[in-house]
Each structure stands twice: as structure tokens, then as C-alpha cells.
């Protein structure tokens, strides 16, 4: 359906427009003397205001007739044939009018009114003419402005698809990670301590429930977060019984939002990486702090400086990095430091500004 007959709103503006230009063309016919002003007025503004009707074909044709596909040349033709087939219907619309104003006598109107039709003519035909290649115009841009704003859409829509697959792959990586790691633990209790690998493998069922519910969400508020970093480690607390801590605290964080499984892999290389080095163990520390504008989370555990070069891939980090820029550009950022004896991963990512803070 036509753009401007779609909406009434539109219509009616596009046919205010017509009305200056019907005043516009009565003056000229008055300037002729083909009319007095009072017939010229009555004669110029209705004709006008249905030649516009007449002119939303041109968006039709336009449509029919696009220059990347038939070029200018053809266009151009396509227009001037166009103009002047609207412009011969137009006069038919005068000459009809004309006798109408005459049969009735509006305006002091002569009983004969073929005299000005032929005197008027020239001036319609042209000022119709004229119109329509404007009308033609204006339904090329206007629909060059469609194709660049569809396109521009479509680029948007790629992107926002590009960006949701990348998320899927970075957070799908999660799961073989997290089992390879888990597997490890479960394999070193089978042979000492069986009745606890059972265990582990049970609390291993409950926690991917969980993960597996929430980790098809976008975001999860970082409670539910935390909450399942506590089960994980409690499941690490089977293997490393007395030697593993927890230490966990939302403070004032506990209703942000948060990708799921974003802390996840930094409990693991706490336990892996730091915890499994020592032969008496530590806490680890969960914090999560909001601020005006931001969201901090940080996961700090004890760790030997002379510990051997690990095994694993660096998968984790690397994740959780590619992920923050996934969904936040430069806007978030994770950043490690080992000193004093304990590593400390600390993520910060934006958050709406709070209008009332501590």
C-alpha cells in the first residue's frame, strides 16, 4: 500500500500541500486573463487538490521502474511519458470541471467555458507536467532513503546476530571446561576415598541442573550467580574437605544482573590454580559491590608463588575476557594480580546508575 495512504495523518498533510500550490496556480491563470480571480480560485484549488491524488501514482510507478535496473536513460523516459500521459488526464479533469462550474453557474461562470479551456490549457498541461516529474522525484529519493534504511537495518540485525552466536560459542565453551576440571576431581577420589567421588558426582548432577537453567538465560541476578559459585565449591569441598573455605558475600549487589556462569571460571582456577597447590589450603573470597554506575566482582584466593606451571589452557580467563567485550566493548574489564600471596580476579562491568547509593 502506498506510504501516505496508509496513514490518514500523512494524507491529510500531503493534501494541505496541494492548496498553496492550487493558489499558486490560480494566480497564474488570472495573470493570463483566461479567468477573474474568484473563477480562477474556484477553478485552480480543487483541480489541484485532485491532481494529487493523481500524483501518488507516481510512487507506483517509481517502484515499477528502479534505476539500477533499467538505467537513467529509460527512467528518464519512463518520466517525461508518464508526466505528460497524467498531465492529458488532468485536462480531461479540467475540461469536466470547467463545464460543471458552467452548467452551474458558480462564479458568474459563461454557459460556454470552451474559450478559457483552450486559453487555460497550456497552463494546466505544463504546470501538471511540471508536478508529476517532481512527484517522481521525490518518490526516487524517498524510496532510496527505504533501501538505505532497510539496509542499514539489516546490517544492525547482522551484527546483534553475530554478537548473539559469539556469546553462545564463548559461553558453550564453559561446559567442557568446567566438566574437564570437574572429571579430574572425581578421577583423583575414585581410588581414595569412593564413597566421596559418589557424592561429588551427585552434587556434580544438581549443579548442572542448575547451571543448564540458568545458563540459557542473558542475564541472572548475581544471587543466583553466587549461589551457584557456593555449590560448586561445595562440591570442590568433597575433595579437598577441611582445606577448602568459603567465603561469600553479595553485600549490596545481590538483585544486579550478570551473564550467567560469568564468575565460574574464576572459582575454578581459584580451586585449581591456587587452593590444589596448598598443602593447607585457604579461603576463597567471593565479593560483589555495587557502585553508582558499576558493578565490581572479585574473587580472591591464596596461592603458591613456586607453584608449577598448570596444565590447562588459559581457557578461562580468556573466556571471561572475551566475553565482557562480547556484551559490554570496552566497557567492562577483568584484571588479575597475584601479591602477597593470593591472586585476585577482579571483573568490573557497567550497570544502570543507581539514584540512591550508600
Request: charge should be neutral.
Amino acid at each position: 500500500m502506498h506510504p501516505i495512504l496508509a496513514h490518514p495523518g500523512r494524507l491529510g498533510a500531503y493534501l494541505a500541500i496541494w492548496v498553496p500550490l492550487g493558489a499558486l496556480l490560480a494566480a497564474l491563470l488570472a495573470a493570463q486573463g483566461a479567468f477573474g480571480w474568484t473563477a480562477a480560485a474556484l477553478v485552480a484549488i480543487p483541480l489541484s487538490v485532485c491532481y494529487g491524488f493523481l500524483c501518488l501514482s507516481a510512487w507506483y510507478v517509481t517502484g515499477g521502474s528502479p534505476v539500477e535496473r533499467l538505467g537513467a536513460l529509460r527512467v528518464a523516459v519512463t518520466a517525461i511519458v508518464s508526466s505528460f500521459l497524467s498531465s492529458a488526464v488532468w485536462l480531461l479533469l479540467v475540461r469536466g470541471w470547467l463545464t460543471v462550474i458552467a452548467t452551474a453557474g458558480l462564479a458568474g461562470a459563461p454557459a460556454d467555458m470552451t474559450p478559457a479551456f483552450r486559453s487555460a490549457a497550456p497552463i494546466f498541461f505544463g504546470f501538471g507536467f511540471l508536478l508529476y516529474l517532481l512527484a517522481m522525484a521525490v518518490s526516487y529519493l524517498a524510496a532510496a532513503f527505504e533501501v538505505s534504511r532497510d539496509a542499514e537495518r539489516r546490517g544492525l540485525e547482522l551484527q546483534v546476530l553475530a554478537r548473539e552466536a559469539e556469546l553462545r560459542a564463548l559461553r558453550a565453551q564453559i561446559d567442557p571446561h568446567f566438566l574437564f576440571n570437574s572429571l579430574q576431581s572425581i578421577s583423583a577420589l575414585t581410588t581414595a576415598d569412593p564413597a566421596a567421588a559418589r557424592r561429588m558426582c551427585l552434587l556434580l548432577a544438581d549443579f548442572l541442573r542448575d547451571t543448564l537453567a540458568l545458563g540459557a538465560r542473558g542475564r541472572i541476578p548475581v544471587a543466583r550467580e553466587l549461589a551457584l559459585a557456593q555449590r560448586f565449591l561445595s562440591i570442590e569441598q568433597v575433595r579437598f574437605g577441611d582445606r577448602l573455605t568459603i567465603d561469600i558475600d553479595a553485600g549490596n549487589a545481590a538483585a544486579a544482573e550478570v551473564p550467567p556462569l560469568l564468575v565460574q571460571p574464576l572459582v575454578e582456577n581459584a580451586v585449581t590454580h591456587g587452593i590444589a597447590h596448598l598443602l593447607e589450603g585457604g579461603v576463597v573470597r567471593i565479593r560483589a559491590q555495587r557502585k553508582v554506575a558499576s558493578l565490581v566482582l572479585t574473587v580472591d584466593n591464596p596461592c603458591d608463588a613456586d607453584r608449577p606451571s598448570g596444565r590447562g589452557t588459559g581457557l578461562g580467563l580468556r573466556n571471561v575476557r572475551e566475553r565482557l567485550e562480547s556484551a559490554y566493548g570496552t566497557d567492562a574489564f577483568l584484571h588479575t594480580e597475584e601479591k602477597d600471596g593470593r591472586f585476585v580476579a577482579k571483573i568490573e562491568l557497567p550497570q544502570p546508575v543507581l539514584t540512591d547509593h550508600a
